[in-house]
């Protein structure tokens, strides 16, 4: 199973970017799939998460501004960042919970993205 992730790039204060990620390989079911980041000298923190059943939730600091989206047909999830502020600069990674067919259920990581907000 890998996550590809890509869509990141430098954009000015204000402006957006949309952030996608698809998930291939032998897989059964994907449970939760998660948008993290994290910024230089700063640990890792979930940004955004949806369920299998289209629940979502937010980082307080990204709510009213980001959508976080998937298609389980497809398996992808996007993060669309609007509004995006120099504080939001950072590597973000996709992460998804994934069984595969031996009904084993693990944790995976896309290889991150860079986004640069420019002031």
């Known amino acids: 199973v890998q996550l590809q992730a890509s869509g990141g790039g430098l954009v000015q204060a204000g402006g957006s970017l949309r952030l996608s990620c698809t998930a291939s390989g032998i897989i059964w079911r994907i449970d939760n799939m998660d948008w993290y980041r994290q910024a230089p000298g700063k640990q890792r923190e979930l940004v955004a998460s949806v369920t299998s059943g289209g629940s979502v939730n937010y980082a307080d600091s990204v709510k009213g501004r980001f959508t976080i989206s998937r298609d389980n047909a497809k398996n992808t999830v996007d993060l669309q960042m609007n509004s995006l502020k120099p504080e939001d600069t950072a590597v973000y990674y996709c992460?998804?919970?994934?069984?595969?067919?031996?009904?084993?259920?693990?944790?995976?990581w896309g290889q991150g993205t860079l986004v640069t907000v420019s002031s």
């Open positions: 992460g998804a919970r994934i069984g595969g067919y031996s009904r084993q259920w693990f944790y995976y």
